[in-house]
Structures are given as C-alpha cells and as structure tokens.
C-alpha cells in the first residue's frame, strides 16, 4: 500500500524543515553576545555584625549557638546588665533556677527547678524579641538554663 500524498509531504516537511533550520543557524557566521564583567547577586543584612564577629559575644553579653550558652559561665561586678542574644534560627529560654545531674557523656540535664526570678523566651536569630536583658543588683551566683533543651545550662557569677 503506498502513502497517500498527503501523508508523504507531511513526513517529508517533518524531515526537511528540521533539517533547513539547522543549517542556517550554522551558516549564519554570528556568536552570540556575551556580557561583559558579570555583577554576581548577593544579598545582605545589615545588622551591625558579620562573619565571625556576629557569632562572638560582647562585654556582658552570652550567645545561645549550637545548643549552647557562650560563654557558660560570666562573671559581673554588682549592677551590671547582662543581655543575651538569640544566634540560632530556633527559640530558647532563658529561665533562672537550679539545674544539675549532668550527664558527663551527653551534657544533658536531669534536674531543672525555675525560681521565677527571670524567666523569658527568646524568638529566633534575626526577629524581634531575639534579645533580653537583666540587671543583677545583688553578689551571688544565678543559675539559669533553657527549658526546652537540656543542654543549655550556665551561670551568672556577681561580684560585690
């Protein structure tokens, strides 16, 4: 049975217009256009810090990073204000109280027992309540450790 012609110019325009397409695009000599000195994109934030400066803290001040407080233990003289800031995308508290029976291996808390003088959760790195203060007025040694993650546990050390 032989094609219809029709069919046969079809199969031919299938193959030829293809075929035509490609070679004129190879004999047309061009390159294309190319861009001279590229800006790349970057994106940033302006918060007063970066690179590893962002992650360090201050005079009085403890980073929650890594699970951790840093430092884990401060020492102040009386009157000071100490502010800790949120360096990770995931909330904390901090929650002053006793904590103990840390696993040596883990460094997870058995105990927690909040005494109700500060108890403040911090929103994640970047939103606002990612920052809280206190001001210790008394000499002594406050414990303090977030609730929800039993390996975050440090103290404030108040010299008179």
């Given at each position: 049975m032989?094609p219809t012609?029709p069919?046969a110019?079809?199969?031919?325009t299938?193959?030829?217009?293809?075929?035509?397409?490609?070679?004129?695009?190879?004999?047309?000599?061009?390159?294309?256009?190319l861009i001279?000195?590229p800006?790349p994109?970057?994106?940033?934030?302006?918060?007063?810090m970066?690179g590893?400066?962002a992650?360090?803290?201050?005079p009085?001040e403890v980073?929650?990073?890594?699970?951790?407080?840093m430092?884990e233990?401060?020492?102040v003289?009386v009157?000071?204000?100490?502010t800790?800031?949120?360096?990770?995308s995931i909330?904390?508290?901090?929650?002053?109280?006793?904590?103990g029976?840390?696993?040596?291996?883990?460094g997870l808390r058995?105990?927690?027992s909040?005494?109700?003088?500060?108890?403040h959760?911090?929103?994640?790195m970047?939103?606002?309540?990612?920052?809280f203060?206190?001001?210790?007025t008394e000499?002594?040694?406050?414990l303090?450790?977030c609730q929800?993650?039993?390996t975050?546990n440090?103290r404030?050390i108040?010299e008179g």
């Amino acid at each position: 049975m032989s094609p219809t012609a029709p069919t046969a110019r079809f199969g031919l325009t299938l193959v030829v217009v293809p075929t035509l397409l490609v070679a004129l695009a190879a004999c047309t000599g061009s390159t294309p256009a190319l861009i001279a000195d590229p800006t790349p994109l970057t994106s940033t934030v302006d918060d007063g810090m970066s690179g590893a400066d962002a992650l360090q803290p201050g005079p009085d001040e403890v980073i929650t990073i890594g699970l951790r407080f840093m430092p884990e233990d401060i020492t102040v003289p009386v009157g000071t204000t100490v502010t800790w800031r949120n360096g990770e995308s995931i909330g904390h508290t901090i929650t002053s109280g006793a904590w103990g029976d840390v696993n040596e291996s883990t460094g997870l808390r058995g105990t927690q027992s909040a005494d109700g003088l500060f108890d403040h959760a911090l929103a994640p790195m970047g939103q606002e309540g990612d920052t809280f203060s206190f001001t210790f007025t008394e000499p002594g040694e406050y414990l303090y450790f977030c609730q929800p993650h039993l390996t975050m546990n440090a103290r404030v050390i108040v010299e008179g």
